[in-house]
């Protein structure tokens, strides 16, 4: 299990400057590429068990104007796994939309309406249980609204970036594009617990 432990909420925001000079971390636990239907069916039934998840996708760039791209990859991280779907690699949504429709779990993440948004124009589903990070972190009055701004506010080291800008809908994904991916969305699970306990906190107060 790779857990993110949470520093105390002393200030509202860090500099970019102050952000390149923490340590940089990643996720170190296990991640599944699911690239089949069988994968998916079995990682569905394993992430239905959970309660909260962190939830994040990746889309191939585009850089000209009225290019687009739908997303690529979905990550969803429970509590001692990642799940990435290689959406290119699934014929049968069915499954993957109950989980995202099922709001008994949980799935927390960062400009979630976008991401939900595009995934609608690949597959129909009902979202339901999904919380957005940015609204938690602006009720505390947390400056940074980003992923990575969020991550050094709240736990002290920097996320990398440098494979943003890559070929997600790749056939076959590197092994930096994987762990970028599984960080991205576990560092969502573990924002949201600390926002959460922050939350709790102040109403304690």
């Known amino acids: 299990m790779t857990t993110a432990h949470p520093h105390s909420l002393h200030r509202h925001s860090i500099s970019k400057d102050e952000i390149s000079a923490l340590p940089l971390r990643s996720y170190t ?42 997303p690529a990859l979905i990550q969803l991280a429970g509590r001692d796994s990642v799940y990435i779907f290689q959406l290119r690699h699934i014929a049968s949504y069915g499954p993957l939309a109950g989980i995202l429709a099922d709001k008994k779990v949980l799935k927390a993440g960062i400009a979630v309406r976008d991401d939900l948004n595009k995934l609608g124009g690949l597959f129909s589903f009902k979202p339901a249980g999904f919380v957005e990070l940015a609204e938690m972190r602006a009720s505390l009055g947390i400056k940074n609204a980003g992923l990575r701004g969020l991550a050094a506010l709240l736990f002290g080291f920097k996320i990398s970036k440098h494979v943003k800008i890559s070929r997600w809908d790749s056939p076959k994904l590197t092994h930096e594009q994987i762990v970028y991916a599984a960080t991205d969305a576990w560092m969502c699970r573990e924002i949201y617990f600390a926002l959460q306990a922050i939350l709790r906190g102040k109403k304690r107060a």
């Open 29 to 70: 636990g296990h991640i599944h590429v699911v690239d089949s239907d069988a994968k998916m069916y079995a990682a569905v039934q394993a992430l239905g068990r959970e309660e909260v998840l962190g939830f994040d996708t990746e889309t191939r760039p585009a850089f000209k104007v009225g290019e687009s791209y739908p």
